[in-house]
């Protein structure tokens, strides 16, 4: 069933198992294709590697004729960006009018003849670790069924729901829960754009966890324990990783797994934890790379430059090879740090019984 396939792919992307295109489009592409009612194995129908002249398109979703109907590109978990532009040059070329984009995690349906910019021409995004099961179902079926591709109506309700006046009244309201997700979540990009905008202004940069201290006062007030702040909840039934200061934990380090590890600094106990994780388990690194991390950017990665794309000076500045041949970020605030850890926790599938974690005074 749908729904069953659903949650073992959400459980999958928890832990870091598609990391690559190959991977994504057999673990979770293909699977739900065919729990959609496509012939996946038939090669007339799912055509794999479409060719349009000189390029193409991972798969084309054909008729009884061998007709295009829908193309998909397929990419890297969290590597989508960028992609649509080359999905639109596809459906152009050969007129087809649904497009999906998708990195496995987030499907992202276009209707290319319509009017106005790539974002403009977007019908609907569905990422499957953000929405009810149930809703990412729904959309799926709505959509992407082989029934309602194949007689039109999956078209017809792409373009109802992209022209509904419901849809504008849902983005207005909306966009306050936009903008008190974007400050509590605290995404690097909106700190790194504050510290930037505040040295252009004063002349001095300020410390990203004084960035990160101005975005929490403007959010609801944290909860507290102990003096230290509990982190946000991981998607899953993980608990959150205490940074709760304890007699077993004065300064920075962490305990797990039967050690203690002491850390000069925040930044220092997640390199030692991730190596800890590494040691523990060596396909933790290459899970936790395969996740969504940032909109662009890799806590992780074997190319340092995707680490902070478009500022090299950054990647140059401001990162460690943590192993052989792998790169950590390390212009993080502690709140940012904080919530990479939950994320490796959920990676490694480390619950908080077995972790204790302080950042020090």
């Known amino acids: 069933m749908l729904s069953d396939l659903i949650n073992r792919v959400r459980q999958d992307l928890r832990t870091g198992r598609f990391a690559s295109e190959a991977a994504v489009s057999q673990g979770v592409v293909l699977p739900v294709l065919h729990e959609l009612g496509w012939p996946v194995f038939d090669t007339r ?24 109907l829908v193309f998909i590109e397929v990419k890297r978990v969290g590597l989508a960006e960028g992609g649509d532009r080359q999905l639109f040059e596809y459906a152009f070329l050969h007129g087809v009018q649904l497009a999906l984009l998708t990195d496995g995690q987030e499907w992202s349906l276009y209707l ?9 021409r977007r ?8 929405r009810d099961p149930l809703e990412s ?4 079926e709505r959509y992407l069924s082989f029934g309602r591709v194949s007689d039109g109506s999956a078209l017809k309700a792409a373009r109802d729901d992209h022209h509904d006046v419901a849809r504008t009244r849902m983005v207005r309201d909306t966009m306050p829960r936009g903008w008190e997700a974007l400050i509590a979540e605290q995404d690097e990009l909106l700190l790194e754009l504050l510290a930037e905008k505040v040295e252009d202004l004063c002349g001095y940069r300020p410390d ?13 007030p944290s909860a507290t324990v102990g003096g230290g702040v509990v982190a946000r909840q991981p998607a899953g039934n993980l608990s959150p990783v205490s940074t709760g200061t304890g007699p077993q934990l004065a300064g920075a380090g ?23 994780f590494h040691r523990h388990d060596a396909t933790f690194l290459e899970r936790f790379a395969a996740r969504k991390h940032g909109r662009k950017r890799r806590f992780v990665s074997r190319d340092r430059a995707e680490l902070y794309p478009g500022r090299p000076d ?10 052989a041949g792998w790169w950590l970020g390390t212009n993080y605030s502690r709140k940012s740090i904080q919530e990479i850890i939950d994320l490796a926790c959920e990676v490694a599938n480390v619950r908080v019984a077995e972790l204790k974690v302080s950042f020090g005074s």
């Open 254 to 276: 962490f305990s797990w797994n039967g050690a203690r590890v002491r850390a000069g600094s925040a930044r220092e106990v997640l390199q030692e934890l991730l190596l800890a």
């Open 314 to 323: 950054l990647a140059r500045d401001f990162a460690v090879e943590l192993v």
């Open 112 to 120: 290319p003849t319509e009017a106005g910019s790539i974002d403009d």
């Open 208 to 220: 990203k966890d004084v960035c990160s201290a101005f975005l929490t006062s403007l959010s609801a």
């Open 45 to 68: 129908i799912v055509v794999p590697q479409f060719t349009i002249e000189s390029r193409r398109v991972d798969y084309a979703l054909c008729d009884r004729l061998q007709r295009p």
């Open 137 to 140: 179902q729904e959309r799926l």
């Open 123 to 130: 019908a609907y995004k569905l990422d499957l670790l953000e």
